[in-house]
C-alpha cells in the first residue's frame, strides 16, 4: 500500500517509494499513483524513481548524459552501442529514471539499469548506466539509485550484485566502496572496463 492507501508495486527504499515494475509492464493501478514520496536525509527534494525503456527519449537522452560524462572523465569520445542496453528490459532487465515527485514529465535527475547475468561462478545482477545529473549531485541520489536496483535484485531472489567501471570515474567508484561494494577480479571482457565490483545481498 502506498502512504495514501492506494494499492502499488511500489516498495520502501531509504524512505522513498520506488516502483519496480520492470520496463514495458504495466500496473492495474491508475498511471501516477504507483508511488508516493517521503523526505528522506540525503535531501529535502523528494525523489520518485520510475520503470521506463531504456530506448524511451527521455532514458535514450540520460543514456547519452551517462556517455558524455564518461567520455568527459576519459578525455575522449565515448559512445554507446545503439543495442547496448537492450537487455535492460524485458523479463530479466530493468531501467529506472528519477524524477522530482509530482512532476512525472520534467527533469530526469537519473538513471540506473539493471540485468541478470550468468557469470562462471553463478548468476548476479549487473548495474549498469548509473547517472545523476550535475544538477542533483552531493544529495544522495546515486545511492538511492543503487539501492533501487539492490532491491529488484532481491526481488528476484539474486544473491549479489556486479558492475564496472573506469579509474577516472572516481565519485561513482568512492560511493560504490562507501556503499558496501568490493573490488573483484574482472568478470567479464569489457575491453573499456579497469575496475570491476561485487556485493553480495545476504
Given at each position: 500500500m502506498t502512504p495514501d492507501g492506494q494499492r502499488s508495486t511500489s516498495h520502501p527504499v531509504n524512505g522513498v517509494w520506488v516502483d519496480l515494475c520492470p520496463s514495458g509492464v504495466t500496473s492495474s493501478t491508475a498511471p501516477g499513483t504507483l508511488t508516493a514520496m517521503s523526505t528522506t536525509p540525503e535531501t529535502s527534494t523528494d525523489v520518485v524513481f520510475r520503470p521506463a525503456p531504456p530506448t524511451a527519449p527521455e532514458a535514450a537522452a540520460a543514456r547519452a548524459s551517462f556517455a558524455a560524462d564518461v567520455s568527459a572523465a576519459m578525455g575522449v569520445t565515448w559512445q554507446l552501442a545503439e543495442d547496448a542496453d537492450a537487455d535492460l528490459a524485458g523479463p530479466d532487465g530493468a531501467f529506472w529514471l528519477a524524477r522530482r515527485a509530482g512532476d512525472r514529465d520534467g527533469e530526469v535527475?537519473?538513471?540506473?539499469?539493471?540485468?541478470?547475468?550468468?557469470?562462471?561462478?553463478?548468476?548476479?545482477?549487473?548495474?549498469?548506466?548509473?547517472?545523476?545529473?550535475?544538477?542533483?549531485?552531493?544529495?544522495?541520489?546515486?545511492?538511492?539509485?543503487?539501492?533501487?536496483?539492490?532491491?529488484?535484485?532481491?526481488?528476484?531472489?539474486?544473491?549479489?550484485?556486479?558492475?564496472?567501471?573506469?579509474?577516472?570515474?572516481?565519485?561513482?567508484?568512492?560511493?560504490?566502496?562507501?556503499?558496501?561494494?568490493?573490488?573483484?577480479?574482472?568478470?567479464?571482457?569489457?575491453?573499456?572496463?579497469q575496475l570491476w565490483f561485487s556485493k553480495p545481498l545476504g
Open positions: 535527475l537519473g538513471c540506473v539499469g539493471a540485468r541478470a547475468v550468468a557469470l562462471a561462478d553463478g548468476p548476479a545482477v549487473e548495474v549498469k548506466r548509473l547517472w545523476v545529473s550535475a544538477e542533483a549531485r552531493g544529495l544522495g541520489l546515486g545511492a538511492r539509485l543503487l539501492d533501487v536496483v539492490e532491491r529488484w535484485a532481491r526481488d528476484r531472489g539474486a544473491t549479489r550484485l556486479v558492475l564496472d567501471t573506469r579509474g577516472e570515474l572516481e565519485a561513482a567508484t568512492r560511493l560504490y566502496r562507501r556503499t558496501g561494494w568490493v573490488e573483484v577480479a574482472p568478470y567479464n571482457d569489457n575491453a573499456d572496463a
